[in-house]
T-cell receptor, first 111, second 117 residues
Framework: QKEVEQNSGPLSVPEGAIASLNCTYSDRGSQSFFWYRQYSGKSPELIMSIYSNGDKEDGRFTAQLNKASQYVSLLIRDSQPSDSATYLCAASTDSWGKFQFGAGTQVVVTP | GAVVSQHPSWVICKSGTSVKIECRSLDFQATTMFWYRQFPKQSLMLMATSNEGSKATYEQGVEKDKFLINHASLTLSTLTVTSAHPEDSSFYIC?????????????FGSGTRLTVV
């Protein structure tokens, strides 16, 4: 079974702090990795994509990939109440492949 | 860019009837679209891959005769839930990628909340 696993949370983060989300995947053939944010009752929206080992920064978000450890993470700096949502990790094995989604981590940013 | 429109956003239907959901790529052509289903507090579960001009590929356990998929053009895929039952009530979401492929991530439609009564 090819899986993407995340802690379900909820992850409670004080406003202004850093939220750290983790994701592991089992398929070593996975090449592309994505973080999506999903607000309750809404469809997911893409935050970040990462393909190479190391860090990738975009605004307040930083994705980290370690293919040897089969581990992907997302850091949210200066967390805001509007960041309260479920964050989905996804992995894909090829350019036109299907995505395997994790169950998502719920983040709650408290004022 | 890469806008995906999905209609309707919500629908209530009687048990035994059929419901059609449309997914359109508005500013790009999508040879491949994906249909997902999401139950409350659960992750997205891929139902099928919709390929323009050919038959859809269904995931294991998904009844192809119940969930009819048509991808007749490069900008439109439809999912028809036939003979709907209350257990089909769920959030259905489509996604598509522009021609750059999945390496750039898929854009999701806004989703359709189906309630079967």
């Amino acid at each position: 079974q090819k899986e993407v696993e995340q802690n379900s949370g909820p992850l409670s983060v004080p406003e202004g702090a850093i939220a750290s989300l983790n994701c592991t995947y089992s398929d070593r053939g996975s090449q592309s990795f994505f973080w999506y944010r999903q607000y309750s009752g809404k469809s997911p929206e893409l935050i970040m994509s990462i393909y190479s080992n190391g860090d990738k920064e975009d605004g307040r978000f930083t994705a980290q990939l370690n293919k040897a450890s089969q581990y992907v993470s997302l850091l949210i700096r200066d967390s805001q109440p509007s960041d309260s949502a479920t964050y989905l990790c996804a992995a894909s094995t090829d350019s036109w492949g299907k995505f395997q989604f994790g169950a998502g981590t719920q983040v709650v940013v408290t004022p | 860019g890469a806008v995906v429109s999905q209609h309707p956003s919500w629908v209530i239907c009687k048990s035994g009837t059929s419901v059609k959901i449309e997914c359109r790529s508005l500013d790009f052509q999508a040879t491949t679209m994906f249909w997902y289903r999401q139950f409350p507090k659960q992750s997205l579960m891929l139902m099928a891959t919709s390929n323009e001009g050919s038959k859809a590929t269904y995931e294991q356990g998904v009844e192809k005769d119940k969930f009819l998929i048509n991808h007749a053009s490069l900008t439109l895929s439809t999912l028809t839930v036939t003979s709907a039952h209350p257990e089909d009530s769920s959030f259905y979401i489509c996604s598509a990628s522009d021609n750059r492929g999945s390496n750039y991530g898929y854009t999701f439609g806004s989703g359709t909340r189906l309630t079967v009564v």
